[in-house]
């Protein structure tokens, strides 16, 4: 017995589906994204990571010196490279910031350290945005 659709179920049938990887791609968007996090002045240089620790055991770290996140930022940039704009930063001392990235509360982090499955922070941050 050869069942044959009519072209109204076919319709139904592919409009369904692609409602349905429509909202599967619109919940995946931005739940979960991977940042990368650089040691980097005012301005987005990078700079040595010690400027950056703030742990009491005689780190470097002073004014002006931040940690700079971003979806698009991928690990290796050098010391002196100017990062790719659209990044975010935070102070590098800022604990609630670390802790809301999954990043250890105090102490050092390694240039080009990216964290996976972050969620739901996109690349927005808690400062300014880079200006190019």
């Given at each position: 017995m050869n069942r044959r659709m009519s072209?109204?179920?076919?319709?139904?049938?592919?409009?369904?589906?692609?409602?349905?990887?429509?909202?599967?791609?619109?919940?995946?968007?931005?739940?979960?994204?991977?940042?990368?996090?650089?040691?980097?002045?005012?301005?987005?240089?990078?700079?040595?990571?010690?400027?950056c620790d703030d742990d009491g055991g005689g780190g470097s770290g002073g004014g002006g010196f931040f940690i700079w996140h971003s979806a698009g930022y991928r690990s290796g940039y050098p010391v002196g490279h100017k990062l790719p704009s659209g990044g975010s930063k935070f102070a590098y001392n800022d604990a609630a910031s670390r802790a809301k990235f999954g990043l250890p509360s105090s102490g050092r982090i390694s240039n080009g350290t990216v964290k996976t499955s972050v969620v739901g922070k996109g690349g927005s941050?808690?400062?300014?945005?880079?200006g190019g």
């Open positions: 072209s109204r179920t076919v319709s139904l049938t592919s409009t369904f589906l692609l409602l349905a990887a429509g909202g599967t791609a619109a919940c995946d968007n931005d739940e979960y994204v991977d940042e990368g996090f650089y040691c980097a002045d005012a301005n987005g240089v990078v700079v040595d990571e010690d400027y941050g808690s400062s300014s945005k880079s």
